[in-house]
């Protein structure tokens, strides 16, 4: 089950549309504003990475999550961030500034699958969803099979549209390296132990300080290591704050169910 602490923080905190779902992250300190302490990426770099915008969004170029591109017609991206109507989606590829409302491709979506254990046991924040126009000829990320690859001290990077903080252009597509600190990290009194860390199925990645981080909008998009989706961007309480990093979906734990539905 959820927690209900997270839950109540993530009512207590309305700021983007993002958070519509039971997602448990709180605000960041400067609304409107993508991933905190990162640099600018490149979506010719990272073709994959795919925004999920949506109409009821907040933000004026609708943007709302992230996902990644695993087939030509296949986006995975959280079960939290699939809550509205499927007519409400856009999936945007190749657009570096979400202004940019006429560079890169977009697709509708024609089919939304959620892990069905999501808000059931904690961790499954996951969904595969199916592009209405298949983005033909993009490179896609394989998917991480291996549950041996949550070890503390690799080194994946995140990539999103999300909350800077404050820090950067808003609506840009940007990039952070976070270290994983491992599931014994997260599940310390002191850090996320309250709020329902499940470390089989959840990636605790960030920095013990603080300072950089995935944030709001970022969720749904991808946490690549080696090549291939690691993880994908789930909660956190704020955004960079000291003991409380990252928390990503384990795309190995889930592999098997999201590898059936990328092959229906
Ligand atoms: N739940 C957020 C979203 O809907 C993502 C939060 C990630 N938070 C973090 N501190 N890494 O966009």
Same mark, same amino acid.
């Given at each position: 089950?959820?927690?209900?602490?997270?839950?109540?923080?993530?009512?207590?905190?309305?700021?983007?549309?993002?958070?519509?779902?039971?997602?448990?992250?709180?605000?960041?300190?400067?609304?409107?504003?993508?991933?905190?302490?990162?640099?600018?990426?490149?979506?010719?770099?990272?073709?994959?990475?795919?925004?999920?915008?949506?109409?009821?969004?907040?933000?004026?170029?609708?943007?709302?999550?992230?996902?990644?591109?695993?087939?030509?017609?296949?986006?995975?991206?959280?079960?939290?961030?699939?809550?509205?109507?499927?007519?409400?989606?856009?999936?945007?590829?190749?657009?570096?500034?979400?202004?940019? %409302?006429?560079?890169?491709?977009?697709?509708?979506?024609?089919?939304?699958?959620?892990?069905?254990?999501?808000?059931?046991?904690?961790?499954?924040?996951?969904?595969?969803?199916?592009?209405? %126009?298949?983005?033909?000829?993009?490179? %896609?990320?394989?998917?991480?099979?291996?549950?041996?690859?949550?070890?503390?001290?690799?080194? #994946?990077?995140?990539?999103?549209?999300?909350?800077?903080?404050?820090?950067?252009?808003?609506?840009?597509?940007?990039?952070?390296?976070?270290?994983?600190?491992? $599931?014994?990290?997260?599940?310390?009194? $002191? !850090?996320?132990? $309250?709020?329902?860390?499940?470390?089989?199925?959840?990636?605790?990645?960030?920095? !013990?300080?603080?300072?950089?981080?995935?944030?709001?909008? $970022?969720?749904?998009? #991808?946490?690549?290591?080696?090549?291939?989706?690691?993880?994908?961007?789930?909660?956190?309480?704020?955004?960079?704050?000291?003991?409380?990093?990252?928390?990503?979906?384990?795309?190995?734990?889930?592999?098997?169910?999201?590898?059936?539905?990328?092959?229906?």
């Amino acid at each position: 089950m959820a927690g209900k602490l997270k839950l109540v923080l993530a009512l207590a905190t309305i700021t983007t549309a993002a958070l519509g779902a039971a997602t448990p992250a709180q605000a960041a300190p400067n609304p409107g504003t993508t991933i905190v302490g990162g640099t600018l990426a490149s979506t010719a770099q990272a073709p994959w990475a795919i925004a999920l915008n949506n109409t009821a969004s907040s933000s004026p170029n609708d943007q709302y999550c992230g996902a990644t591109l695993v087939k030509a017609n296949k986006i995975v991206t959280a079960a939290h961030c699939v809550a509205r109507a499927m007519s409400s989606y856009t999936a945007v590829q190749g657009r570096d500034s979400l202004s940019e %409302t006429s560079v890169g491709r977009t697709s509708k979506i024609s089919k939304i699958w959620k892990d069905p254990l999501y808000g059931q046991q904690p961790g499954h924040d996951v969904a595969v969803l199916t592009l209405a %126009t298949p983005f033909t000829g993009v490179a %896609t990320l394989p998917l991480e099979t291996s549950r041996s690859a949550d070890v503390a001290g690799a080194r #994946p990077t995140v990539y999103g549209w999300g909350n800077t903080g404050g820090a950067g252009p808003a609506e840009r597509f940007q990039k952070v390296l976070v270290p994983v600190l491992g $599931d014994s990290y997260c599940s310390r009194p $002191d !850090v996320y132990a $309250d709020y329902d860390y499940e470390a089989d199925g959840e990636i605790c990645a960030g920095y !013990v300080e603080g300072g950089k981080d995935s944030c709001q909008g $970022d969720s749904g998009g #991808p946490l690549v290591l080696n090549g291939r989706l690691f993880g994908v961007v789930s909660w956190g309480i704020g955004c960079a704050e000291a003991r409380k990093p990252g928390v990503y979906a384990e795309v190995a734990t889930y592999a098997s169910a999201l590898q059936a539905q990328i092959n229906s």
